[in-house]
């Protein structure tokens, strides 16, 4: 027949697990009634405290478990979390490390302590425990998203989106990884565009290639033909203005250049090329005083 203080052990895991945390702390409170010298007790109870952000509750909870059993590593990975939250970095820090001392085959210890790690700077650091965890356990989303979330801290926006595209792969739902996914996305292509600004010149288009014209209002004519020219540059070729628009000439020559300025440059677009596509059957082209308008070229025969 069970103990009556091993019912309420696994009363309040019970709890625990479910998030119903006042029943949990009531269940552990009557172990540690019946069993004072219980350190997991202690421990499961700090937990309860924590998630209640009851920290320093926690703190001591923790301690006492530690009290009873120094080689409890559990315990002193716990109160280093609590550390953490409260931003007692480097006491956290130091819990950390005892706890891997103890235990150094446990991912989370690692991801725990990268984490004190980022928060204090110490990037490098914070990637090698991160890089550990998932060594230890590689189905550990939020190692990888932790380390993720330090990459981008270091500009290195690909390794980032890396472990993020990982995170998600191993769970779905992991909202924070979306989310700096996300962020990260438009920032990295923000970087590439200011390292490899996009940029016009004036040259010959080849005609019987893919190529856009661009035309000024309700005119046949028109005004430019513009290509790719390599990655980021376009080769734009002006044409004689017609004789139709001899009257609107310099306001068609300048809405024209502007438009070239604005969609394969200003925008910043990682593909300019990619929207410049895309942009001849938007609205915006349709009422705008300049239209685009995109001609395959031929196929080879």
């Known amino acids: 027949m069970l103990k009556q203080a091993t019912i309420y052990f696994k009363l309040g895991g019970h709890y625990l697990d479910r998030g119903d945390l006042d029943p949990a702390i009531n269940a552990f409170t009557r172990v540690i009634e019946l069993e004072p010298d ?3 007790a202690y421990d499961r109870r700090g937990i309860a405290y924590g998630r209640k952000y009851y920290y320093d ?5 923790f301690d006492q478990a530690i009290r009873i059993d120094p080689t409890y590593a559990g315990a002193y990975n716990n109160r280093g979390l609590s550390y953490y939250k409260l931003s007692r970095f480097a006491e956290a820090l130091a819990d950390y490390d005892r706890a891997i ?11 725990n302590r ?4 980022h928060h204090r700077g110490e990037f490098d650091r914070a990637i090698a425990d991160y890089s550990r965890a998932i060594e230890l356990d590689p189905v550990a989303a939020e190692a990888y998203a932790y380390r993720g979330e330090t990459y981008a801290q270091m500009g290195k926006y690909r390794e980032a989106l890396a472990d993020f595209d990982r995170a998600l792969d191993l769970d779905p739902g992991n909202i924070d990884a979306f989310a700096s996914r996300t962020v990260i996305m438009g920032l990295s292509n923000q970087e590439e565009t200011m390292k490899n600004p996009p940029e016009w010149h004036e040259g010959s288009v080849d005609a019987e290639k893919e190529h856009i014209r661009l035309f000024w209002k309700e005119n046949t004519s028109p005004l430019a033909l513009v290509a790719p020219a390599g990655k980021g540059s376009f080769v734009v070729q002006f044409l004689p203005v017609p004789q139709s628009l001899a009257g609107e000439k310099d306001a068609a020559v300048r809405g024209v250049r502007k438009e070239l300025d604005f969609y394969l440059v200003g925008k910043g677009e990682k593909d300019p090329w990619a929207y410049a596509r895309y942009h001849c059957g938007t609205a915006a082209n349709l009422y705008s005083d300049v239209h685009w308008g995109r001609f395959p070229g ?3 025969a």
């Open 38 to 40: 219980n350190a997991r």
């Open 298 to 300: 031929k196929k080879a």
């Open 101 to 111: 001392e103890l235990s150094s085959d446990i991912g989370v210890f690692y991801a």
């Open 114 to 117: 990268g984490l004190a790690h």
């Open 57 to 61: 509750e926690a703190i001591r909870d």
